[in-house]
């Protein structure tokens, strides 16, 4: 089936309107109608190369909500008419330690959203188009309360700091989110919700207001004289979200002597980091995305607990002044693509 989209020709083009095919229904696919994307800053490293070559045209963005119109003959979770979503990932092998454990994100025959090669040899294509057809194992239900406009970021910035910070945070630790982005605004408001006491380390003030709104108690901004030497040994966890290169170490240095720094930003540039700070006994920890359970339990989570993205909603012709304004920190706090505008 021709579907319209809007993707990338090279890594210098503009994000433009182009035709792709997608597969009719195979027997466990759901084919839906694309209502909303997000635009998370890994659609701007892959758009841009800067992950290394991505395949051209490319048709970003994993932060898909929308109305199911078909399902194949043999989906059993789905029927058309239901609200669902996709994020990063649109397959796995099902069958490897990883996927057995619920952690399809790191089988290594994963597929991902946009840029990767599936069974088929085609190479996907991801959410800045009207329809999208994918494993009903990939599709999650988006709970009646939240308006598939904001529910959008949640299928990447939502698991994406979900997934750790479930796995660390106690209620009552002091909990850092670096970064007021969409992954940090979507992290502040979680770690809140964990019963954390949450402070935002941004590199400025400038969003501080919003900040105290997310749910964090202090605002901390690096651009401000003696902030570092006051955080020392402050947090039990600390959630980096940053896309561009920061000094790690003085992060590393407002730990606690045993808390846990989880990295989640992909800046395209190797850092500095001095190791000594992670003794006594600190933790540096990776975390990519979420498993599928995982992805609809946080679903659940954010609609118990009132967790939302504050977003932007933008139309197609309109993506490459959002990606300057996200690459400039400009962005409150998500931009999201009205796919009618597609
Ligand atoms: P975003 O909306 O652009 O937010 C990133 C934030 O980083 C900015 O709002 C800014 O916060 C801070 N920042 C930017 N440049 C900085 C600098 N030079 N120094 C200090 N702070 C800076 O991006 P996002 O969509 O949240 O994504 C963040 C990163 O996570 C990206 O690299 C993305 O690829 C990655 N990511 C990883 C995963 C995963 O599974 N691990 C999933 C999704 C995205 P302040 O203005 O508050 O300082
Ligand atoms: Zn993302």
């Known amino acids: 089936m021709l579907t319209h989209a809007y993707g990338f020709t090279s890594p210098t083009s503009p994000c433009q309107p182009l035709d792709i095919e997608r597969r009719a229904p195979g027997p466990t696919d759901v084919l839906f109608d694309i209502a909303y994307c997000g635009i998370c800053h890994s659609d701007i490293h892959t758009a841009r190369s800067e992950w290394g070559p991505t395949r051209y045209p490319c048709v970003v963005g994993h932060e898909i909500t929308g109305i199911v119109r078909e399902v194949g003959t043999a989906v059993t979770k789905y029927h ?14 099902g069958d490897c330690s990883y996927c057995a454990q619920g952690l399809e994100q790191f089988c290594d025959k994963g597929i991902w959203t946009y840029n990767s090669q599936d069974r088929d040899g085609t190479w996907t294509q991801g959410g800045y188009s009207q329809a999208i057809t994918v494993d009903e194992r990939f599709v999650f239900r988006i709970p009646d309360v939240m308006p598939l406009d904001a529910a959008a970021p949640l299928l990447c ?3 994406t700091t979900y997934s750790p910070l479930k796995r660390w945070v106690q209620p009552g630790m002091k909990v850092a989110v670096v970064g007021l982005g969409g992954l940090g605004h979507v992290g502040v408001q979680i770690a809140a919700a964990l019963g954390a006491e ?43 979200t940053v896309s561009s290169t920061a000094d790690y170490t003085h992060y590393i240095n407002s730990l606690t002597k045993t808390g846990v720094i989880i990295n989640v930003g992909m800046p395209a540039t190797p850092i500095d980091i001095y190791l000594r700070a992670l003794s006594p006994r600190r933790t540096l920890q990776g975390s990519l995305i979420g498993g599928c359970a995982e992805t609809q339990e946080m679903l659940d989570f954010c609609a118990d607990k009132g967790v939302l993205p504050r977003i932007e909603t933008v139309p197609a012709s309109g993506i490459t002044e959002a990606y300057d304004k996200v690459i400039h920190s400009q962005v409150r706090y998500r931009y999201v693509i009205d796919a009618a505008t597609i």
């Open 157 to 159: 910035a939502g698991v």
């Open 80 to 93: 058309p008419g239901d609200r669902v979503g996709v994020g990063c990932m649109v397959n796995s092998c």
């Open 198 to 240: 949450v402070s935002v380390i941004s590199h400025t003030l400038a969003k501080a207001a919003d900040g105290r709104a997310f749910g964090a108690a202090n605002y901390y901004a690096t651009s401000e004289e003696g902030t570092f030497k006051a955080l020392q040994g402050q947090f039990d966890v600390i959630l980096s």
